[in-house]
């Protein structure tokens, strides 16, 4: 039993592309709100379904029932309306995979107070940043030390943050960091303990029912982007937003009703609400979250086959590291479907995928503004290395910089033509960024930075941002199209392609590289590298400087940063 169909116009799932593309359509109805129409109705309709399964390193583990989400969602609105939480104050949640950020997402839409998720990797900084962009009112974060330090290292004096919730980690890395806090703004403002609150006897909580209170335009959801240059922007989602991931779940990730779903991404990353939320459940299949301290590829695999997951998605990085694993001494079939996402995939990892495990992973691309854009599709004849088509009730075009249509094999921005209207899912704005939005949404297009091409089969090819091309001797040069080919070397175990300034050319091509076991930096490597580059690509976009590093530098999202250098 799944609740999608609701919300979807008749259609046959088992389509051709093309018609699915034609006759796909939400219907939106009035004051829709995801807590409401989708758990409350599993929790009537079919309470026993599983929502959750979760486990972590130190072996606790817990399923959930729609039913018993939906109540624990309820106490938690209680817990939070008791702390002074009304409609449109923002919550800034630190949750890592806790099984909290379930109960906390649903609580906050209950009372349609705006969810702020974040990483636990912010810095003190970052966490100070985020307050002032968004007028945090409550910190709900886990009691672990590194992340506690951070918060309590940020200038809260003058914040508007009124109340700090702790939720116990149930971790090695948990500790009484209470005792640890020195700060006025921590004397005045004691840590809640959740948990301590939460299970209480006769908190009232649990007879929590707040009236519906939110309609479709109200802000529900704030995400900090992890641009790869300049402060990170705020990206609004209004009520709505959930049932784009219908398309997310149902015809990229191809969940399976009564299945469990695994996306690798902690619950700060907009991965996680692709993944771990909206669209699985959606589509009826239960979510799986492993609360990893760590990403361990055999662990990982473990838990995929000791829980029998069914539909996996996870970035480019994640693959690289499994094929390094070997998935050919694993039984996985079991797991139906794989695809990936948030970077673009080089051929190397494609190939060895194919070769350990004899099954494909289906690509797709899309920005925290939005769900999937382009993907690859049931019933369409894929190709590899390709983003895929058009996402159902996306209208996508790659123009050039005067924004006329490219033709075939020209590169250019990837927009979404809003003459139609803007598609479900796609960002309400920038938060408080008046100028911003508009610069993103001008002339009835959304230019989402990013370029590509399109083949003549109507195939789109991801390039590269477009801040991140290099232009020397006139030339644009894509930095993944060299990555691609350096991946292919065994001695490249992950790789950064960036600009340098150089006065004859304007700027020339640099390679960052991390080697695998068993290499060792050298002027001979250096020099094989680059003669192993220009046998498989044109001259002018060789790199003419190698530098062989330790690690590369990456957003909270794990994604490779690319800065050119002065």
Known sequence: MNVYRNYIAPINENAPYDELKEKFKINIPDNFNFAYDVVDWYAENAPDKRALVWCNDEGEEHIYTFKQISEESKKTAGFLVSQGIKKGDKVLLLLRRRFEFWYFMLALHRIGAIAV??????????????????????????????????????????????????VKSHSILSLNTLTSFSKNIFRKNSWIDFNSEFNKKDNGFENFNASRCTNNDDTMLLY???????????????????LGHIVTAKFWQNVIDDGLHLTIAETGWAKAVWGKLYGQWLCGSAVFAYDMLAFKPKNVIEKILHYGVTTFCAPPTV???????????????????WVTAGEAVSPEIIQLFHEQTGKEFHEAYGQTEATVI?????????????????????????????????????????????????????????????ERTKKVFANGIYHTGDTAYIDDDGYFFFVGRNDDMIKSAGFRISPFEVESVLQLHPSVLECAVTGVTDPKRGMVVKASIVLNKGFSESHELAQELQDFVLHRIALYKKPRIIEFVKELPKTISGKIIHRQEE
């Open 319 to 337: 693959y690289r590291y499994l094929v390094r694993a070997d998935l050919s001494k694993y039984d996985l079939s079991n797991v139906k479907y």
């Open 374 to 434: 382009i993907g690859n599709f049931p019933g369409m004849n894929e190709k590899q290395g390709s983003m895929g088509k058009p996402a159902p009730g996306y209208d996508v075009r790659i123009v050039d910089e005067n924004g006329k249509d490219c033709k075939s094999g020209e590169k250019g921005e990837i927009i979404i033509n809003l003459e139609k209207g803007k598609p479900f899912g796609l960002f309400a704005g920038y938060y408080n960024d008046e």
């Open 224 to 242: 900090f982007t992890s641009g790869t240059s300049g402060e990170p922007k705020m990206v609004a989602h209004n009520f709505v937003y959930p």
């Open 117 to 166: 998720p974040g990483t636990v990797q912010l810095t003190a900084k970052d966490i100070e940043y985020r307050i002032k962009m968004a007028k945090i009112k409550m910190i709900v974060a886990i009691d672990e030390p590194d992340l506690m330090k951070e918060i309590e290292d940020g200038n809260l004096s003058d914040s508007t943050v009124e109340k700090f919730v702790k």
